[in-house]
Structures are given as structure tokens and as C-alpha cells.
């Protein structure tokens, strides 16, 4: 069983490897996914934003982009970053629908335009 405070050390241990090496994609990802997780939005954001300028042709680092976006209350931007998302290959539907990262959006047309744009036609 994990401590509380097991994702300071991890947060610790990342935040002092991309010290040494600001440019690992991983790590910075991983970064990002922890600030996250442990309410850290700022900081999530400020990593997504890193990844994007590092991997500018990555479906999914626009994809986290855009959930940081929407958890920081930034619609627009959050869809602008999930059209080049799909734009770039991103195409599950189905987990875009349930993320609870882009709650927010889950309404609005552009959203849901988006959400039918990947869907299987049938």
C-alpha cells in the first residue's frame, strides 16, 4: 500500500532528472500527468505546453494539452488544442468521451462536433 506523500517523492524525483535533462519527452509527460493527478493544474499545464513546443507533430501531447486547457477553464484553447489533437491522428472516441479532464467541454457543440468527426460511421 502507498503512502500519501509518495507522489511528492515522485513528483521530487522527476522534477530533479528534468533538472539535468530539461528536454526528456517522458519525463516532462510524466511530469505533467502528476501535477495533474495531485490538483497541481498550473503546473500540468505549464509541462503540457513544454511537450507541445518539444513534439510539435504529437497527437497526444496536444491531447493533454487540450485536457490541461479545459481543467484550467481555457475552452477555447482546449478545443483548438484537441482539433490539432485529431488533426495530428488522435482517434479515440471513446476515452475523449469519458475523460473526466475535458468535463467541461462535454456540452458544447464544437465538442461534440469533434467527438462525432471520430466516431465510426455506420
Known amino acids: 500500500m502507498s503512502k500519501p506523500r509518495d507522489h511528492e517523492f515522485e513528483i521530487q524525483f522527476f522534477e530533479s532528472v528534468l533538472k539535468r535533462e530539461p ?18 493544474i498550473a503546473d500540468g499545464l505549464r509541462m503540457d505546453r513544454r511537450l507541445v513546443k518539444l513534439l510539435p507533430d504529437n497527437a497526444t501531447a496536444h491531447y493533454n494539452l487540450a485536457c490541461s486547457l479545459a481543467l484550467s477553464k481555457r475552452k477555447a484553447d482546449a478545443l483548438r488544442s484537441l482539433r490539432q489533437a485529431i488533426e495530428l491522428g488522435y482517434d479515440d472516441a471513446d476515452w475523449m468521451e469519458q475523460d473526466p479532464d475535458l468535463e467541461d467541454l462535454k456540452d458544447d457543440p464544437a465538442f461534440i462536433a469533434l467527438l462525432e468527426k471520430l466516431k465510426p460511421q455506420s
Open 23 to 40: 528536454r526528456f519527452p517522458t519525463v516532462i509527460e510524466i511530469l505533467g500527468g502528476l501535477y495533474t493527478k495531485h490538483g497541481r
